[in-house]
Structure formats: structure tokens, C-alpha cells
């Protein structure tokens, strides 16, 4: 626990009050201000706003963060602004919602799947890896705002630093871009948010960081198809998604919704990644199918998706998770480093191939 802990939300709440609103009032006490948590020394909070307001409310939490930032022990602050609808999102194709903050970037994928556990974020990090290992210049965006695992993934440590413009830098590690939302928002202020409070943190978290030029940002989605995803889906311009399922979890009806979601959004599928596909004895290195084998590939064409590959269960893998050490980064060019490799050949292929999938002013 840091000395800045100590800060009740009466306190921070005091703080905010000596910030005036435009239309009269004060900030603190305005009823505007939601998920106002303390931890660690950093202070995470959202101001809601009318969608009219946006522009009015940017200086008010500019004065928010500064205000709070000011305070004994506070290391940072991360204040978002919401204009939150009593309705679910309302679905319109792909529509950016604010103004482009990644024109610097070719292309941004997203990494989904329908649950948890699924291997997603391990995917995530090995595929950047390939596409480094192939040349490209790429960032992952950790938006698994429920379960933040890049870190550990990557082995990052401290804090992201402040560039110019008051632009986050983002974390560096094996010749990736990293930035995690959980190196800004504590999980347990992620779990109480919804999904238009989701969005607005990540977008915003996008337009804050300094990605610089990037060819391909992987977009760690949260899991699942709620209102987060969807919201998420919706308004990041993405050129593509790919979901990751286990050979059982296809079978099931999760990736299913992953991909019925993003087509409702017109977000091209770029494929299907199966991971844990078949287990690799650490002692003999024999294969052993264990969920069958070919189900997946079948199972992408029932759903006219592309198949990009499998990935087996190994050990290796999960200690380089673990150790924050992926594989791919060790040996790219190693029967898993090659697997990853292909799929994001593979991936980049689909790509070229989708219109929808070009960013305006890109090759
Ligand atoms: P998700 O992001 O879908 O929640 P993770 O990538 O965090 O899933 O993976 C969950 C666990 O499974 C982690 O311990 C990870 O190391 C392990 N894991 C993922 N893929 C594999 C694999 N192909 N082989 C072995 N372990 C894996």
C-alpha cells in the first residue's frame, strides 16, 4: 500500500470540489464523477458528460488530473470521460466515434475470443512477435480490462513514463510496443465498469499513447461478446479480428457469437486461431490429438471464416508465458516460433484481401 492510500473518496471528492463546471457547481459534489478509486498511488476516475459536453469537460479533467496528481504519494491519475447511454450501444457499422488518434498506424487487429482462458492473450503476444520477426513494426494494446496479463506476458515492469504532449510512452520489450490497461486502472475499477465506460478508457487510452509509426497494432480484447466487446468492436477502426478458440470451445457456441459480433459490426473475420489444438508430450515430443483433429479447420469453413492454424499445447509455451519470456521471442524460428509465423503470414494475407481492412492514406 502506498502513504497515498490513505486518501478516502470524501477526500479526493474534496479535491475535485475545487474544480468549477461550466454551467455552475462543482465537481466533487456534481454527482458526475463515477469509480473514483485510489491504490497503489494511482487514482482512476470517470466524469460523466453529455455527448455534447466533451469538448466543455476536456479541460475540467485535465484540472481533475492535475488537481489529484498534486496530492502527497499520488504517482498518477487516469481520468476518463463518459457519455454514457441508458441504452445498450447502438449498432452502426464500424463507425469511429472520435477523431483519429492512430493515423500513424497501418493497421489495427483485434485478438477476441468468445471466453476466457482460452490462451487469447498468449496468442496475442506470439503472433506480435512473428509479425516482429518478419519485419514489421508492431504494438499490442492490452484491452483486457477484466484481466490484464501483458505484463506478466511480456515481463514488464515499473510504469509507463510521459513523453511530449502529455502522451504516455508506451512500454518496450523484446521490439514490441506495449501498453496495458493495466498498468493505468486498477482491476477491481475495471470489473464495476460497463461498456461504454470500457470504450471510452480504451480509446482514450489509444489517443493518449505515443505509439509513434506502427505497421500492425494487436488489440488484446476483453473476453466475451457483451456490451464491452461490442462497444470496443464498434468503435476502434479495425481492420480485422481474429478469434482464438479451443479445439472444445469451437465446438461450442462462444467463438460462434465472437464471430456474430464483429460481422453485426462489419469488422472483417480475418480468421480463426486454434489454440491447444492437440497436446505435445514434454518427455516423448509425440503428438496426441485429444479433442480429435481436423474439427476446428472443418468447423472454420462451416462458418466461412479462414482457418489460420493450430497451435498445440505445450509446455514450453506456458513456462515462457509465465516467466515473461514468450516463446516466439526466444526462438521465432522454432516449431512453435514457425507455427506463430505462418498464422500471421497467413493473417496479414486476409488483410491485403479485405477492401473493408484498408485504412484510408494506407498502402
Ligand atoms: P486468455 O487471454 O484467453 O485468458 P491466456 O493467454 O492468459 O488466456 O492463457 C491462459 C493460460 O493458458 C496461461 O497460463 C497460458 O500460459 C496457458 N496457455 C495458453 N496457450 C497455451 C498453449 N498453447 N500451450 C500451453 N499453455 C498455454
Redesign the pocket.
Known amino acids: 500500500m502506498s502513504g497515498s492510500d490513505r486518501f478516502g473518496d470524501a477526500e479526493l471528492r474534496a479535491v475535485l470540489d475545487s474544480i468549477a463546471l461550466p454551467g455552475g457547481g462543482r465537481l466533487g459534489a456534481s454527482g458526475r464523477v463515477a469509480g473514483l478509486s485510489i491504490a497503489g498511488g494511482r487514482v482512476s476516475l470517470s466524469i460523466q458528460i453529455a455527448p455534447q459536453e466533451a469538448q466543455a469537460f476536456a479541460r475540467i479533467r485535465d484540472q481533475a488530473e492535475a488537481a489529484l496528481r498534486a496530492l502527497p504519494g499520488v504517482t498518477s491519475v487516469f481520468a476518463v470521460l463518459t457519455a454514457e447511454r441508458p441504452a445498450p450501444p447502438k449498432l452502426t457499422p464500424n463507425k469511429p466515434m472520435r477523431t483519429d488518434p492512430l493515423a500513424g498506424i497501418g493497421h489495427v487487429i483485434a485478438v477476441a475470443?468468445g471466453k476466457?482462458?482460452?490462451?487469447?492473450?498468449?496468442?496475442t503476444v506470439n503472433l506480435a512477435l512473428a509479425l516482429r520477426a518478419q519485419g514489421l513494426r508492431v504494438g499490442i494494446l492490452d484491452a483486457?480490462i477484466y484481466?490484464p496479463?501483458l505484463p506478466t506476458?511480456l515481463g514488464l515492469h515499473g510504469k509507463p513514463g510521459m513523453g511530449q504532449g502529455r502522451k504516455l510512452k508506451p512500454m518496450q520489450a523484446y521490439g514490441l510496443k506495449a501498453m496495458s490497461m493495466g498498468l493505468l486502472v486498477e482491476p477491481e475499477t475495471a470489473m464495476v465498469w460497463r461498456g461504454p465506460m470500457v470504450m471510452s478508457a480504451i480509446t482514450q487510452m489509444m489517443a493518449d499513447v505515443d505509439w509513434g509509426a506502427l505497421d500492425v497494432l494487436l488489440v488484446?480484447m476483453p473476453?466475451g461478446t457483451g456490451d464491452a466487446q461490442l462497444a470496443l468492436a464498434q468503435g476502434t477502426q479495425l481492420a480485422g479480428a481474429v478469434i482464438?478458440s479451443t479445439p472444445q470451445d469451437l465446438s461450442l457456441i462462444d467463438a460462434r457469437r465472437g464471430i456474430a459480433m464483429f460481422r453485426k459490426v462489419d469488422v472483417p473475420i480475418l480468421g480463426i486461431i486454434e489454440?491447444?489444438a492437440h497436446f505435445i508430450c514434454p518427455d516423448c515430443g509425440s503428438s496426441h490429438a485429444i479433442f480429435g483433429q481436423g474439427g476446428a479447420e472443418a468447423e472454420a469453413a462451416r462458418l466461412s471464416v479462414p482457418f489460420l492454424g493450430a497451435?498445440?499445447?505445450?509446455?514450453e509455451?506456458?513456462a515462457g508465458?509465465?516467466a515473461g519470456q514468450p516463446v516466439t521471442a526466444r526462438d521465432p524460428d522454432g516449431p512453435l516460433g514457425r507455427i506463430y509465423q505462418q498464422i500471421a503470414r497467413t493473417m496479414m494475407a486476409g488483410l491485403t484481401r479485405s477492401p473493408q481492412a484498408q485504412r484510408p492514406g494506407q498502402p
Open positions: 475470443s476466457g482462458g482460452v490462451g487469447k492473450s498468449t496468442t483486457d484481466g496479463s506476458l488484446d473476453p482464438v489454440n491447444m497451435v498445440p499445447l505445450t509446455m509455451l506456458r508465458s509465465d
